[in-house]
């Protein structure tokens, strides 16, 4: 229920108690698409692994995927380094 729940809220429900299932077979395929897709976020959730930290030109580069994705936690990383 917990994880529903965090769907719920990432969607904008502000509180995911009262989601029914009259409410649920009123929304529409798009709602239920978006439930879905936040579901798996919070389940399954993704960690940017920012490999080849170590080259030049890296530090600007990992900047740039960071501001794309700037909710996404991301680590760089180095196979040299390691």
């Known amino acids: 229920r917990a ?3 965090a769907a719920l809220v990432r969607m904008g429900v502000p509180d995911p108690r009262t989601v029914t299932r009259e409410v649920l077979h009123a929304w529409s395929e798009a709602d239920l698409h978006r439930l879905v897709a936040h ?3 919070v389940r399954f959730p993704i960690l940017l692994a920012l490999n080849k930290a170590d080259l030049s030109g ?10 794309r ?14």
């Open 39 to 41: 579901f798996l976020r």
């Open 58 to 67: 890296a530090a600007a580069h990992i900047e740039e995927v960071r501001a």
């Open 69 to 82: 994705w700037p909710g996404e936690p991301s680590v760089a990383v180095s196979a040299r380094a390691e």
């Open 3 to 5: 994880t529903v729940d």
